[in-house]
C-alpha cells in the first residue's frame, strides 16, 4: 500500500492536461514565435522545434527564417485591440500602424479608421470581435468607447456595437476623441516625448487660431502637438 502511495503523485502528474498551443521558452527569444499545426511531429521543418520542446513551436519572419511568414498571431498585445491587425515584415523599416502591439515593429494596424486612408488590411489579417463594423465606413471620426451606455451621444455609431463611437465633428462634436486616433510612422514622425503631447482638436485650421501645432502626425489636420516647447500655449484636451 505505501508503495502505491509513493507512486500516486506520479500518476496524477501523467493525467494532469498539458497546455497545448504555446511555446515555452527558457529564455524569450528575439526572433519571433508561432504555434503551426502544420510542422511535423519530428520537427524537422524550417523554423519547427523553435523552443526545443514543442514542434508546434515555430520561428518566422526574419533571418534564417524569413521565408516562414509570420501569422497575426504572432503579435502579443497586453490589452485586446479594437482595430484590424497582422504581420508586416515591411515594419522594421517603420511605417504607419506599425509596431500595434507595443513589442514588435511588424505587428500593423489596417483597414478601419484611423488606417482606413492609410494601411489596407492584406488576407489574413485578424478583425477583433469588439472593433466597430460599418457596412459603409464613414467620413467622421470614430473610437472604441468603453464607458458607452445606451443614448449617450456618438455610442451604437455602426448600429451594431454600443461602444462604437462617433466623435469631434458634426452633432458629435462634444465628444472630445482621443490622441490615440493620431497616426505616427509617416515622413518618420514618431509619438512626441514627454513632456510634449497631442490631442485631437477638430478645429484645426479652420481659423488662425488653430494652426500652429495641427497635422501633427502628418497625416491628420485634427491631431494636434500641445503642452510644452514651441506649442507651451496650446493646452491639452
Known sequence: VLALAALLPGVAALVQPRRLGACSFDNEPTVSSFWDESCPEDGQSLGCLADGVHAQCRFCGVGDYSE?????????????????????????????????????????????FPYNGTVPCPAGAVTPVKACEFDNEPETPHFWDATCEDGMVGCKADGKHIRCRFCGAGDYAEVQCPASLCTWGAKNLLPPAAPLKVYWEPLCWGTSEYILGCLADGIHAQCRYCGAGEYASIPCQ
Request: with cysteine; proline share 9%.
Open 68 to 112: 516562414v511568414l509570420c501569422p497575426a498571431s504572432a503579435c502579443s498585445f497586453d490589452n485586446p485591440p479594437h482595430l484590424p491587425y497582422y504581420w508586416d515584415e515591411s515594419c522594421l523599416e517603420g511605417g504607419v500602424g506599425c509596431r500595434a502591439d507595443g513589442h514588435h515593429e511588424q505587428c500593423r494596424f489596417c483597414g478601419k
